[in-house]
């Protein structure tokens, strides 16, 4: 019996350490305390026995062997760190610098396994500073209202030219350049919210006004320009002198960017009439947004050097120059029509361009590095330019929708009333809330130092999905009217433009199958890269000793999540440490998935190893849970830094809901389709020692959510205050205006449908029936005055275009410009 309760005790102190992540020297410590203990009590009672002599021979044998670390590492590290050099897949550099690019910020914690909420309710909240709200407040909206998206969609394939003077005199390419060089040094915040107002009004236009504010020549020569390209360029690129694009995709090379075959050849050359050591280029780009407007092109391509004018190198890699586009060899002008969004696209050529070595940026010096840039730049911008532009354009068929469900009325009452249309409404107020939240908190994060990678990708592909199925929504609500397209529609072109986010960048298959879990799963991890770093390391030694730390980290990490997602998992998270309110059990539930996740994430590298580059399906399925607990504690952080306003906890507890939901589902989706039998039914108990417990978004709560959207209600102001309404009579703001006299108009309905019904008033069209109302003094004097005024702005709102045969002829993309730019204009 005593024996039994040893064992016991032994078992529920190792869990605990292990719970508590408490390090190998104190947990060996306190298993000789317990021993101790155990042999006393023996001892007091009967002789020990030979069992105890064999159990503290084990005892003494192991805990030499692993506390005393250089018998550790040499009986135990040394061989494991040969095994594993064996095992782990090849990496190339263009995969390490991939890897090793930009910061690790909160999905590092959620990949801990014990999530530190305290430091994300901590991190300071997103604010612009009065010159930026100003920007837009004022420019922004200017912009807007020079913005007509029908006749730049369908007549002149093209921004007015006014748009485009604006466009440069105001600083719209030039957020992301410093005040020295005569930009405007926005925070990442204030970029996404121009970008969000600009995109909800015209995808167009916030297509051309993100490209020289992410990844492009500007931040490119800010980052790693040499003092004279800085100079020379950034001055002419904030004052819109020059029109910048960045070429990387070609023909062959699309979301294995990294296989480019545009070449650079190192030889002597002639250049303004003097014999120089340069680079001899030729590249086929295509689907590059400004290209065929831009003066100067930054250019990725690959450098050789065959006669070593450079250096013992013949291969110096991926290499990024600016190269002027009027250089002689240098194609473009012509366009590409992405889904009739004229946003200015097309190819580039290039054919024996010869270039000095001082035109790749940074220098001669930074030959070979442009895969190492473009990765560090990519790693903050993929979380600001297509985030922002899909959320507001969901904003602005938020906005639109919810009034227009409250505006249409069939069956005597308004469609936002019906349940199918509140479920509808009710996934596109969570999901909008959701949306937004995450650039908002992330573009604050990038603004405190973090360049998170792994965060831009969740965002890229989620939020541009999460658009989708909002599109998708807003055109089922509004139908008929959502469908025809002219100048009334508010929906047509955004829905277009939500495939083209969904594709650049990155297409978003790729992104969610190789990217989030793949890039995540080692730069999130705590232990991975370490291990990784150490197989690399030629000091044998030294090797050794980094290999042996990281791997009984790792260890002792594995071991914790284990022991923490099964507590978790019988409690539901309770217990753990959480910001008290309402939203409590959420962060509850995420701390006790991401020990599950952190579990799975290692059982999985450790039994598929390198093949799970090739096992998308489960890689897919990590980056969700990943994605899905990054997503929640967005939601969860913003509503913090909105002082949890109590209206708004529908939205809040709609989205944790859902997103954890998913979460769930996703991780039992893993355990069904998990390698093997005896593992995943292992793995199952661990983490579901209960069951599936988590409900998706209950009825009340999507109710709660759609009455808000229809309605006059400051949720729906706070959600939607960033879509464009200064212009009074756009479709967006006749419809606010008519959802603002809903109310009013309503009770006064019911009292003339009344009299319909008993006889009183005639069947006739809606406006005559409330002039029979005035007449039977049903409605008086202004009464009817108001009705009559709301029922005609209702009919403005529900009418759709129609055209004569020969207006619906869309202009087939004229020369370069069709209404705007060219280098002269």
Known sequence: MLTLITVLVLLLFVALMLYRGASLGATTLGIGIVLAASTGVRLLDTEPGVGSGIVWGIFFLLALVLNV?????????????????????????????????????????????????????????????????????????????????????????????????????????????????????????????????????SPTAASIIAVPNSLGPGELLEKYGTQEQKDHYLPRLAKGDEIPCFGLTGPRNGSDAASLTDSGIVCKGQWQGEEIVGIRLNWQKRYITLAPVATVLGLAFRLYDPEHLLGETEDHGITAALIPTDLPGVSTGRRHFPLNIPFQNGPTEGEDVFIPLDYIIGGPKMAGQGWRMLMECLSAGRAISLPSNTTGAALAGIASTGAYARVRRQFGMPIGRFEGIEEVLARMGGLGWTMDAARRVTAAAIDQGEEPPVAGAILKYHVTEMARIVGNDAMDVQAGKGICMGPRNTLARGYQSIPIAITVEGANILTRNMIIFGQGAIRCHPWVLPQIHATREQDQAKAVRDYDQALFGHLGFTMGNAVRALWLGITRGRGTAAPEGPTRRYYQHLSRFSAAFGLMADFSMLTLGGSLKKRERISARLGDMLSYMYLASMVLKRYEDLGRPKEDLPFVEWACRDLIYKLQEQLHGLLRNFPGKLTPRLLRALVFPRGRSFSSPSDALGHAIAKRLISDHPSRDRLTEIVYRSDKNSAIAVLERALGMAERFEPLDRRVREAVREGRITHATTADQYRQAGELDILDQEELEFMLRYDEMVSEIIAVDDFEGEELAVNPLPGIPAHGTGRDG
Not at 81 to 94: I, N, Q, Y
Not at 185 to 201: I, K, P, T
């Open 69 to 201: 670390r250089p018998l550790r590492r040499g009986l135990i590290s040394k061989p494991a760190l040969k095994a594993f050099r064996k095992v782990m897949p090849e990496m190339s550099d263009t995969e390490r610098e991939a890897l090793e690019a930009g910061t690790v910020w909160w999905e590092g914690e959620l990949f801990s396994g014990r999530p530190d909420w305290d430091k994300l309710v901590g991190a300071p909240a997103g604010k612009l500073s009065e010159e930026e709200q100003a920007f837009l407040d004022g420019p922004v909206n200017e912009l807007c209202a020079m913005l007509d998206e029908w006749r730049i969609t369908h007549e002149w394939a093209d921004l007015p030219h006014e748009a485009w003077d604006f466009i440069k005199r105001n600083g719209f390419f030039a957020m992301i350049i410093p005040k020295a060089y005569g930009g405007l040094e926005f925070s990442a915040l204030a970029q996404s919210e121009v970008l969000s107002r600009v995109a909800g009004h």
